[in-house]
Structures are given as C-alpha cells and as structure tokens.
C-alpha cells in the first residue's frame, strides 16, 4: 500500500510542480546575489546568505532558510490536506476502502508517503542548491587563496570541515523533516474531517499564521514553547560550534508531541466515521 | 449472500434506514428499487463497511460486517454511486493502481485481468487518454471493470447504469446476466423501475428507510385474477359472460376469470372469435406505487 501511496504522488504532476518551486526560489536569490556582487550585511536577510558569498557549500544551508518559513509548509499543507480529503472528494477513498484496504492501513500509508515527499523535496533543494551555490560562489577555497583549508565557517566563527558540514546538514534535513510532520499531522487531522483537500489545506495553514502571529506577540509568552512554529528555527544550532542542543532537543519533544497527538486524533477519526462521499 | 437483521441507521435526527430486514440468496439477481432518498445507498453502504449500523446485524457471505469486514470484501465487487478514478491518469493506470492497493491483486495476472475486465464492460479499444476526458459512461464502465477485476462472488451496484445511454444499459444488462449465469450473485439499486424489472429474479421495495415488500419478481408480478380479452364479437361474448365481466371498451374486454384457456374454450363454444386473451399481470410500477408513498425528495407534500 506504501508503494501505492507513492506511485500516486510521482504520477501527479502537481507534486513536481511543488517541488520545482521550492528548488526555484533560493536559484533565484543565489542569482540575484552572484550578479550583485556584495554580500548582505551580517544579520540581515535570510541565515547564512552574508556567508555563503564566500563558500558555496553552504548555500544548501541558506537555501532552507529561505523556503523553511513559509514555501515548504505551504507544500507540506497542500499534500497532507490532499491525503484524505482529495481521495474523498474524487469519490477514490470509497473504492480503496472497499478494495479492501483497511483504515488504518491507508492512513499510515499515507504518512509515509508525506514524509518520503517531505524528506524527498528538502533532499532535492538541498542537492539543487549546493551545486547552484558552488557553481555561483565557489568553495570557499577559491576566495581565500593563501593554502587555507577550504571549508565552511560555523556560525560561531570556527572552521568547519566538509564532514562536519555533511553531518550537520544531515542533522538539519531531519530535524526538518520532523517539524515539517508535526505540522502534517495537523493538516491531516482537518484532511480526514472534510471532503474539501483546499479546505484541510487552508486550515493547516491558518494554524501556522496564527501560530507565527503568537509568537510575535509578548503576551503570548506563556504558551509559546507550546506553538508549532516555536522550535522551527532551531536547526540553525546544527552549524554552531559546537552544536546547540538545548533548543534541538526541545524541539523534537515539541514536534514527537503533535505528531502523536494530531496523527492519533486523526486515526480515531477516520476509523470511526462514515463515509458518505 | 446478504443478511440484514433489524438494521437500522440514524444520521442525527434523521432515520435513514429503518429496521431492515433483507435476504438475498445465493445465484439470485436481487434489485433494491426504491424512490431518491430512500435510503438504498445508505444500506449499500453499511453492507461494505463504509457507514456504521446504529444498530441491527449484517451478515454477508456468512461473515458479520462490519467486524470480519475484511474477509468478506476481496470476494465483492461494488461500484457506489458513480465511479471514482485518478481523473488525470489513464483507465488502466487507474486500475493497476486500485489493484495492486489490496490483497489478491496477484501482479503477474494484472495485466491480463485488466485486459479481460475492460474488454468485459466494452472499453477494449480505450487507451491512455486520462480519464477526465472520459464520458460519464466511460467512466462508468471503467467502475464496473474495477468491480471485475478479481472474479467476485458477489456484486454489489448501487445504480449501476447512471449515465449510460439506452445502448450501453443493455449492454451493462446483459453482461449481468451473463455474469450471473457463471454464478455471481448480482445485488443491486435502482430508481429505475424497468431496469429491475429487466434484469432481476427478486426485488425489494425501499421507502422512507423501511423495506416494504421483498419477493420474488414472479410472485410480485402474480396474475391478477383478470383476464383481457380482444374479440370482434364484443356485445356477444359480454351477453355470455353476464356477471364475470368487469369492463367493456369498444371491442376489448376485461373479464374476471382465473384461467384464460378454459375461458377461451368457453368463448369459442359460444361462437365468439377470440382475436387475443391473455392473463393480466400487475406491472412492477403498480406494486411499487401501492407499497411506496411520494419520493422524499419532494418536500411539502401532504403524507
């Protein structure tokens, strides 16, 4: 069923067309920052961009701190809202469930094949970045010539070797995963109690602004370490030195929680209601 | 094949199937007839698992549903109110798909099985088109083939021709039949009165939720005690039958009498030329309209 699941999202063009975006976005900021010729100051625009002037390796690092806030939850809102609701709506769901393939069975195919996608499109941006960011900025050695080791500068300032990056991109791609399915899960919770996948969609999205507008607001202070949102950042700390962990850990706590609890209230949902579409 | 025992089913307030008790026997060709909004799809769909009984028991190929649902499914074929397919992929892609998503979709006779069960609802010829290019009775013999693939040992169809034009519903009659004939129990719904009068051996009567008459088609189409005749010889034949005869128009008579030989015979002794005589049978349509009130789609309408 899982390959199922999976054949359906590579059959789709609608899924290509989402990743075409994420991967177009940070070309299009790597452009506009080769041709221009000076690098952001420190500390303004997106993460790493004042960096990665000087080393392309790590633009993949930039490249998701671009998409992370807002174009890849939009993704991840149009495929988990789609899960259920879309098969509903194109009057599939009745037909798998009779075919039969059982409830549960299908929902967790389903999430299997959101975390493939997830993992899959950050793994493409990443990939499509790096060799947009090398081709464009170069690896660091080129810019610094003298014998200097090539490699990447930790955002703490020490020298990073291409291992250390590799693993902590790595670090960084699951961490960001697992928000990613944490924020799935409470689309996929609305996907299973609507016929409309745009309105699953929407509303997992209206989570996320109402959570990014908590945190921006004082007040809110109380239940901000509880907000989806709150930890997304924090994969950042992966290109410290060395690596920043408190915030790490906090976050997937933070993330095991809404997955547990959302993908949970989902399951008893879909496996107890009637289907009617 | 199916059982219902007291099956009832209540949206919120409103009761959309009402203490049903059905019977469908093994080898029968069973049509649930009943008005819009008569609760056929709800039952259909409580009998494959879709939609939880509020109370009552299913029974289906011997197994409760919806508890040992999965059992019971891989031997039924089903297609609910109009098909459902990947509108952006091809009829075969879309099949493929449906059949490697269940158990029995042996991969190695999938292509064959598509082949035949395409060929089987007349879609032979179709191919790679997408399907949202498909006419809706295209698509709806794409469901059908859906229903195919596996060889069931039931059908279950809830309006099966919707969609399709007169051709295409005899055709879809007649590979019912013939699937039947090959030993698959056929149940289906219908709105359509002459559908089910065509192509079923039993029938049920649905209306607001209740199953009002479950027979055999024969015995709801019993004979009605009356017998037609035509005769040139009219006044005749009516001076002969003083007392048995119910109604004259011009030279056509209706006349009470349980056995149109002897009654022939008797006409033919007396010298009246018989020209036609036969038994009349109610029609399914008068058995429906007596059992079933107004459709519940209609609002307003005195009870």
Redesign the interface.
């Known amino acids: 069923m899982i390959r199922v699941e999976l054949r359906k999202l590579l059959l789709r063009p609608r899924i290509w067309a989402s990743v075409a975006l994420l991967c177009l976005l940070p070309a299009i900021v790597a452009v506009f920052l080769a041709t221009a010729d000076f690098p952001p100051p420190p500390g303004q625009g997106g993460a790493f961009l004042s960096a990665v002037v000087n080393d392309g390796a790590l633009y993949p690092a930039a490249a998701l701190a671009l998409v992370l806030p807002l174009f890849l939850p939009i993704a991840v809102a149009v495929v988990a809202g789609d899960s259920v609701a879309g098969e509903a709506s194109g009057g599939t769901l009745r037909y798998l469930l009779v075919r039969p393939v059982g409830r549960t069975r299908l929902l967790a195919a389903k999430l299997v094949a959101l975390a493939v996608y997830v993992t899959a499109a950050i793994a493409l941006v990443v990939v499509t970045s790096l060799v947009l960011g090398v081709l464009l900025f170069g690896t660091g050695a080129a810019v610094t010539p003298g014998g200097q080791p090539a490699g990447a500068i930790s955002l703490s300032g020490s020298p990073l070797s291409s291992s250390g990056l590799a693993w902590r991109l790595l670090g960084a791609i699951g961490y960001i995963v697992l928000s990613m399915l944490g924020f799935a899960a409470i689309t996929v919770l609305l996907s299973t109690m609507t016929d409309s996948a745009l309105g699953a969609a929407l509303g997992g999205l209206a989570v996320l602004i109402t959570s990014s507008v908590l945190e921006t607001l004082d007040a809110a202070a109380p239940v901000k370490p509880y907000l989806p949102t709150h930890y997304w950042l924090s994969w950042i700390d992966f290109f410290r030195d060395p690596v920043f962990w408190r915030n790490i850990d906090h976050g997937l706590l933070l993330q095991a929680g809404y997955i547990v609890v959302f993908f949970g209230a989902a399951w008893a949902n879909f496996t107890t209601k009637d289907i009617t579409s | 094949m199916i059982v219902t025992h007291a099956l009832t089913k209540r949206?919120g307030r409103t009761l959309a199937v009402d203490a049903v008790d059905l019977h469908v026997g093994a080898g029968d060709r069973y049509g649930l007839l009943g008005p819009n909004g008569s609760g056929k799809t709800t039952l259909v769909?409580m009998m494959?698992?879709?939609?939880?009984a509020t109370s009552g028991d299913i029974e289906i190929l011997g197994r409760p549903v919806p508890k040992r649902?999965?059992d019971v499914?891989?031997d039924?074929g089903?297609l609910?109110e109009?098909?459902?397919?990947?509108?952006?992929?091809s009829g075969r892609?879309n099949l493929a798909?449906?059949d490697?998503?269940?158990?029995r979709g042996d991969r190695r006779t999938r292509r064959r099985r598509i082949d035949e069960a395409l060929d089987r609802v007349g879609l032979a010829t179709v191919d790679q088109r997408p399907v949202k290019t498909y006419s809706l009775g295209m698509r709806q013999r794409l469901?059908l083939a859906?229903a195919l693939l596996r060889r069931p040992r039931l059908l279950i169809l809830d309006e099966p021709t919707n969609g399709l034009d007169p051709q295409g519903i005899k055709e879809i009659r007649e590979l019912l039949i013939e699937l039947n004939e090959d030993g698959t129990t056929v149940f289906l719904s219908s709105h359509l009165l002459a559908e089910i009068e065509q192509l079923c051996t039993r029938a049920g009567i649905v209306d607001r939720g209740r199953l009002v008459i479950e027979d055999e088609l024969t015995a709801l189409r019993a004979a009605t005690g009356r017998v037609l005749v035509a005769t040139p010889d009219a006044a005749h034949a009516a001076a002969v039958l003083d007392g048995q005869l119910e109604s004259r128009d011009g030279d056509r008579l209706v006349i009470w009498h349980d056995d149109p030989a002897a009654l022939n015979a008797r006409l033919v002794e007396a010298g009246v030329r018989v020209r036609s005589i036969h038994a009349e049978r109610r029609t399914l349509e008068q058995v429906v309209l007596d059992a079933t009130g107004p459709g519940s789609d209609r609002f307003g309408e005195p009870e």
């Open positions: 949206f769909r494959l698992g879709l939609v939880y649902i999965a499914l891989p039924v089903a609910m109009g098909p459902g397919a990947y509108a952006h992929l892609r798909l449906l490697a998503a269940g158990p469901g859906g």
